[in-house]
């Protein structure tokens, strides 16, 4: 069973930076796209990037391409995001997933419980 295992999340002010981390439970990260996905309180969740099981290509959304950078470590079994000049709307819980479909509806066949971005001053 796969377990995904995201951390890095807390209250940051605008235009700070972030680095999310997930742990992929399991011996099949390196066969596997990875994406984050977000959900802001009374939204639908969200697609946010999406990076190839060999670390490349490396696809984003528009309301963050330019400031967000995904990447992966196979041999940690670790996804990351960093977030940089965030911004209010950025503020949402943070999920990493495999399987993840890039339009709405946005599903993934496997996610992790989150982990929570606030952008406040």
């Known amino acids: 069973e796969v377990q995904l295992v995201e951390s890095g999340g807390g209250l940051v002010q605008p235009g700070g930076s972030l680095t999310l981390s997930c742990v992929y439970s399991?011996?099949?990260?390196?066969?596997?796209?990875m994406s984050w996905v977000r959900q802001a309180p009374g939204k639908e969740l969200e697609w946010v990037s999406t990076?190839?099981?060999?670390?490349?290509?490396?696809y984003y959304a528009n309301s963050v391409k330019g400031r967000a950078t995904i990447s992966r470590d196979s041999a940690k079994n670790t996804l990351y995001l960093q977030l940089n000049n965030l911004k209010t709307e950025d503020t949402a819980m943070y999920y990493c997933?495999?399987?993840?479909?890039?339009?709405?509806?946005?599903?993934?066949?496997?996610r992790g419980q989150g982990t929570q971005v606030t952008v406040s001053s």
């Open positions: 997933g495999n399987g993840c479909s890039g339009i709405l509806p946005v599903n993934c066949d496997n």
């Open positions: 990076i190839d099981r060999r670390g490349i290509p490396t």
């Open positions: 399991g011996s099949t990260f390196s066969e596997k796209s």
